[in-house]
């Protein structure tokens, strides 16, 4: 059964690090892209990061570019994110997401997404 797993999330102060793991079972894993979204209370789902799985290549949302590092492992199925100097507007639920095949990963857009995680609760503190 395809399935997406994420793990690592937790309470942190601002100022604080987490490290979130997304593996992926069946075959949800795509060799196109894979991406983490978040959703906070009262807000839509927004994208944060994205990577082309095959060649490499990283997007991310203008609010976490410098203190959030996506990266992969091709042959374990996971997608990993980096997160440091957390702010509490970070605060949110964040889901893995795998990219159907052809979509334009950058564009973050949920419609193009073929399989979500359960998500994993991150809370930053003052």
């Known amino acids: 059964r395809a399935q997406l797993m994420e793990s690592g999330g937790g309470s942190v102060q601002a100022g604080g690090s987490l490290r979130l793991s997304c593996v992926a079972y069946g075959d949800a894993y795509s060799r196109h892209c894979m991406a983490w979204f978040r959703q906070s209370a009262g807000k839509e789902r927004e994208g944060v990061a994205t990577i082309y799985t095959t060649a490499g290549d990283i997007y991310y949302a203008d609010s976490v570019k410098g203190r959030f590092t996506l990266s992969r492992d091709n042959a374990q199925e996971t997608v990993y994110l980096q997160m440091n100097s957390l702010k509490e507007e970070d605060t949110a639920m964040y889901y893995c997401?795998?990219?159907?095949?052809?979509?334009?990963?950058?564009?973050?857009?949920?419609?193009?997404?073929?399989?979500w995680g359960q998500g994993t609760q991150v809370t930053v503190s003052s």
């Open positions: 997401a795998s990219i159907k095949t052809g979509a334009v990963c950058s564009w973050f857009e949920t419609g193009h997404v073929k399989s």
